[in-house]
């Protein structure tokens, strides 16, 4: 079957937008740089551009985004970075490939689960008609679709941003969701140093931000009071079902937990 990955080049284009998106134009540009810093795995570099004002989703000549390009040299810390300033983890080259579908193909279980949990679409198909679970079949990234069988029918976990991502000066854009919509802002800091950011309304609902900006959890939060123990408002304000007298998580996807398990990410 034809593959439809795209090789990857940056040029100078002339073309200033292509389907809402900036093109990298001008040498040197922020956009440019941007897509250079995440074909290389730089990460400084990324964090100057962006600093500089570059289009998160901006695309080279073949509408690689910098996260793909990333994805593509299986860079984390940009793929981290990049997530917590807003890419779109949906947007696909001109071959339709996904960075999901990337991250299949190169058989990395953590990059797939860092996108899903960032709101990927594993549904998305590529010009040949194959979603992420196919590309990884195809590319025998064993790995990778033991994990998507396995995940099937049970869902996932979103995992949100941490603070430590976002940059100065820079907002997180999930944040500033929750704001407009008029929620304060919380972090809640665990003693294992893991830390997730709250959205709280009036009436005592709340909702973890990321699982609002992705429409998991609705604006306007839900009701904590009475819930009782810290992970079960977790597995509430993340879109969960929690139900204290079995003391289990329903996932967003349907996946029933302890809600210890849930609160600690080992059952999603």
Known sequence: ?????????????????????ALAQD???PCYNLIQAAKAGDRQGAVNALLAGANINCTDENQNTPISLAMQGGYTDIVKLLIAHGA?????????????????KNNSVPLVKLLLGSGADPTLQNSDGNNAQAVAENNQSADV????????GKGYT?????????????VNPAATF???????????????????????????????????????????????????????????????????????CTAPGGNVCSTSDYFSGTCK
């Open 1 to 21: 079957m034809r593959n439809a990955f795209v090789a990857v080049t940056v040029t100078v284009l002339t073309a200033a937008t292509f389907n809402g998106a």
């Open 145 to 152: 679709v033991a994990y998507l069988q396995n995940l099937s």
């Open 178 to 248: 929750c704001q407009a919509k008029g929620g304060n802002l919380k972090v809640v800091k665990l003693d294992n140093g893991r830390e997730y950011t709250i959205c709280v309304f009036r009436g005592d609902r709340q909702c973890e931000v990321y699982a609002m900006y992705s429409n998991v959890c609705p604006v306007g939060g839900v009701h904590v009071s009475g819930l009782g123990s810290q992970a079960g408002v977790y597995c509430a304000i993340t879109g969960g079902l929690y139900s204290a007298g079995a003391d289990t």
């Open 158 to 170: 979103l995992v949100g941003t941490p603070q430590s991502d976002i940059l100065p000066g820079m």
């Open 27 to 29: 040498m040197g540009s």
């Open 88 to 104: 779109d983890v949906n947007m696909r080259n001109v071959g339709g490939t996904s960075p999901l579908m990337i991250a299949a």
